[in-house]
């Protein structure tokens, strides 16, 4: 039987580190490195970038949009990229924030997290923006599978704010009432739960408490989007267990030497050993 997510997680970040390395192929960055922008650019970035970033990471996350812009090639570019990504020895984190109701959501479980799913990744990021119960159907199937899903909690771009920052009737933020939601679902695992949440590194720090998530924590903005490492630490503290912050642009930029690559997500890892150190 497949282990549980959570506990993958946490043996390949005490491995590898903390960082999720991310793999975007903007047009930007394909054409930086030299590369055609059409279906053969992509698949020389992104895959050179899953070999690279895939021996040195613990969590690689593809933005799944930078490839379906390609249509059905990119689409099986992305196939690749996750099983490159698995041969080199990291976890795969699809960046594809799917969120719907019924058989709608069962396809997309079906499609990235479900047992036999057709992109063979460990993890998914969903929105709950259509109800937190939703996606009770994707937790259970993705936990029956050994895999794990990153819920839209507290995103830091400006549209977010009216929305996730709005109170409900027991004062809550709609913010925090998904932290709580998907704390539920983690109850009592060890070392962490399945369930995570994506709150972004740039928010103003007390804006949700994670305290009690017992789950994973991704963190989109450290790096490029401006969030250093003294900006984790006011946003999550000292050592919260399952932080992950992720970089892309930062890290791509370095391409398309796979050797810089690789140097460079380590460099990082350094960096951010002390977030981990503090918490154990």
């Known amino acids: 039987m497949t282990a549980r997510f959570g506990a993958r997680l946490a043996e390949a970040v005490a491995a590898r580190g903390p960082l999720c390395a991310g793999i975007d192929p903007h047009p930007g960055l394909i054409e930086s490195w030299g590369l055609p922008l059409d279906s053969s650019g992509l698949e020389r970035f992104a895959l050179s970038a899953a070999e690279a970033l895939g021996e040195v990471a613990a969590i690689v996350k593809p933005q799944s949009a930078f490839f379906e812009a390609f249509g059905s090639a990119g689409v099986a570019v992305l196939e690749r990229v996750v099983d490159v990504a698995?041969?080199?020895?990291?976890?795969?984190?699809?960046?594809?924030?799917?969120?719907?109701?019924?058989?709608?959501?069962a396809a997309y479980t079906a499609a990235y997290v479900a047992e036999k799913a057709a992109f063979t990744a460990d993890a998914a990021t969903v929105s709950p923006y259509l109800g937190f119960g939703a996606l009770d159907a994707a937790v259970a199937?993705?936990?029956?599978?050994?895999?794990?899903?990153?819920?839209?909690a507290r995103t830091s771009n400006p549209e977010a704010n009216a929305l996730q920052r709005a109170r409900?009737?027991?004062?809550?933020?709609?913010?925090?009432?998904?932290?709580?939601?998907?704390?539920?679902?983690?109850a009592g695992a060890e070392p962490y739960g399945d369930v995570g949440v994506v709150v972004g590194a740039t928010v103003a720090p007390g804006e949700v408490d994670l305290s009690q998530l017992n789950g994973p924590v991704?963190?989109?903005?450290?790096?490029?989007?401006?969030?250093?490492?003294?900006?984790?630490?006011?946003?999550?503290?000292?050592?919260?267990?399952?932080?992950?912050?992720?970089?892309?642009?930062?890290?791509?930029?370095?391409?398309?030497?796979?050797?810089?690559?690789?140097?460079a997500a380590q460099e990082v890892n350094g960096r951010l050993a002390g977030l981990r150190e503090k918490g154990q």
């Open 168 to 186: 409900l009737e027991d004062g809550r933020t709609v913010a925090q009432s998904v932290v709580d939601a998907a704390a539920d679902h983690n």
């Open 141 to 152: 199937a993705a936990r029956e599978a050994g895999n794990g899903l990153f819920v839209l």
């Open 86 to 105: 698995h041969d080199a020895g990291a976890l795969v984190l699809l960046d594809v924030k799917r969120g719907d109701i019924g058989s709608t959501m």
């Open 218 to 263: 991704l963190a989109p903005g450290f790096g490029a989007q401006g969030a250093t490492e003294a900006d984790l630490r006011a946003v999550f503290g000292e050592g919260l267990p399952g932080l992950l912050p992720a970089s892309s642009r930062d890290l791509l930029r370095h391409g398309p030497d796979t050797g810089a690559l690789r140097r």
